[in-house]
């Protein structure tokens, strides 16, 4: 039995869930792995929704907004960009790999780039298997504590 992974996918409203939305429209085949949360932008998405949905049982995280100069809120995707910068070092900081988090610009038209990220991604992430978060040391001690009492 293969590795299904589970990927969130945060996508501004205004360029890449309309993308996404023209891939559904056309047809296009994609990875049925991605879970899609539309947000009014990219520069919505707080890297503690990154976090929470790793946290939560995702295996990757895509955000997916306008391309730099498209976004509807002027520089929200540049905002977007600044933080997923600083997110991936402090994932890679915690041993998180490399792939399983992307930023990616998807626009309207754009519905066969979307399929091709899905797919990429879904690939990717497939090949480093299910992501295994860091528990918690409150959490660590009382597994702990609990598999010394059995
Ligand atoms: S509206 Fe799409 S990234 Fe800002």
Redesign the pocket.
């Known amino acids: 039995m293969t590795f299904e992974p589970k990927i969130v996918g945060f996508l501004?409203?205004?360029?890449?869930y309309t993308g996404a939305d023209l891939a559904g429209t056309a047809r296009i085949k994609y990875a049925p792995n991605i879970h899609v949360i539309r947000v009014?932008?990219?520069?919505r998405v707080d890297p503690t929704f990154v976090l929470k949905a790793l946290e939560s049982g995702a295996d990757g995280v895509l955000i997916a907004?306008?391309h730099p100069g498209?976004?509807?809120?002027q520089e929200?995707?540049y905002s977007?960009l600044r933080r997923y910068h600083l997110l991936k070092k402090m994932l890679s900081d915690f041993g998180v790999e490399e792939g399983r988090v992307r930023l990616e610009w998807i626009s309207a038209s754009e519905g066969d780039r979307f399929a091709q990220v899905v797919n990429d991604m879904t690939a990717q992430v497939r090949a480093l298997g299910p992501f295994h978060r860091q528990k918690a040391p409150a959490e660590q001690a009382t597994a702990e504590t609990a598999s010394k009492a059995s």
């Open positions: 501004c409203n205004w360029c890449s009014m932008c990219s520069g907004g306008c498209d976004c509807h809120y929200g995707n977007a």
